[in-house]
C-alpha cells in the first residue's frame, strides 16, 4: 500500500510539473548503476554486475500491478528465446510474501529479486509499472520501457535482437 501511496504521488508530481530533468528514460546511453538484492525466496544475493558479458533487462514489477500480470510471462518467454539476455525481475512490493505468491500463481521462473526498502527503484527513478531497462553486456543502458502493450512488447523484441544478434 505505502509502495502504490508512493508510486501515485510521483506519477501525479510527474504530470504537473513535467518530467524531470533526471527521469527514468534518461538513462539510455548511461552506465547501469551496479546494486545487490536478494531472490524474493531470500535464498540468494544477487548483483547486477553478475551478469556483465550478457545483455539483461532489468524489470520493476509489483504483485498489485494489472499489467505486470500480462508482461511478465512475456518477458520469461523472451528470456528462453534469446540465450544472450539475463531477465532479473525486480519486485517492489511492501511484503515479500505477495510477490513470491504472485510468481508462483502464474508460474514464473524468472530469477525474481526483492527490493525490501525500494532503494533500487528510486536509484533508477521508476516512474511507473512495470518499467523496464534493457542493458548491453558492458552495462550500459540502451532501451527503457514504461507500462506495457503489445507494440511496446515488440519495440523491445527489436531492441533485444540488436543486443544479443552476435551471441
Known sequence: M?????????????????????SFADWVGTPAPDFSLKTIGNQTQIALKDYRGKAVLLDFWASWCGPCKAS?????????EYPGLKVLAVSIDDERKNAL????????????LYDENKKVAETYRVEAMPSALLIDRQGVVRY????????????????????????
Open 101 to 112: 505468491e504472485f510468481m508462483k500463481r502464474l508460474n514464473l521462473d524468472l530469477t525474481a
Open 144 to 167: 527503457t520501457l514504461s507500462g506495457y502493450s503489445e507494440k511496446r512488447l515488440q519495440e523491445l523484441k527489436t531492441e533485444i535482437e540488436k543486443l544479443t544478434k552476435n551471441h
Open 72 to 80: 511478465l510471462p512475456q518477458l520469461q518467454k523472451l528470456e528462453a
Open 2 to 22: 505505502k509502495a502504490r501511496l508512493i508510486l501515485i504521488l510521483l506519477l501525479t508530481c510527474w504530470y504537473f510539473l513535467g518530467p524531470a530533468a533526471n
